[in-house]
């Protein structure tokens, strides 16, 4: 199984290696597309030390047969979108600059930033589909009051 044994506490550590590898991959999705890049070079050099500001990382299991590796990748003006699937564990990563103004539609789990949280792995909502964890709407955003 994809990142070892999948009961009891993900440890802080695990849970940092979890958001890098989705956001790792997520970046080499969004270099491989036909469009411009949103990742900036700050980001991408940032996740050799951890999880950099503007990137979300939410977690989730599927319901369907298990694929080997199966992603999509959806842009909304800066912001960038991009669901992966590792056998029956999905990751979505939402990157932009300063801070994701998107969030999953679905109640997803999120891991990071930060990952000083206790989650489980009895916590991971399902999904039937990456499409469905993909969609996203608008984070409300608070209006400073003069």
Do not use: N
């Not at 047969?65 to 912001?79: I, K, M, N, S, T």
């Not at 939402?94 to 930033?113: D, N, S, V, W």
């Not at 206790?118 to 993909?134: G, H, K």
């Amino acid at each position: 199984a994809a990142f070892g044994a999948r009961s009891g506490v993900i440890p802080a550590h695990t849970q940092l290696v979890i958001c890098r590898w989705f956001a790792k991959t997520a970046v080499l999705a969004d270099a491989a597309g036909k469009r411009r890049t949103r990742v900036g070079a700050a980001a991408r050099h940032g996740l050799q030390r951890g999880l950099p500001a503007g990137f979300d990382v939410y977690l989730a299991r599927h319901a369907g047969p298990r694929l080997r590796l199966e992603y999509r990748v959806a842009q909304d003006g800066a912001a960038f979108a991009c669901a992966i699937r590792l056998g029956d564990l999905v990751g979505v990563v939402l990157f932009e600059e300063p801070r994701p103004g998107l969030r999953p539609e679905k109640a997803l789990l999120h891991i990071g930033p930060p990952q000083t949280r206790r989650i489980t792995w009895a916590q991971l909502p399902t999904v039937q589909s990456i499409d469905e964890s993909l969609r996203s709407r608008q984070r409300a955003r608070r209006v400073a009051s003069s």
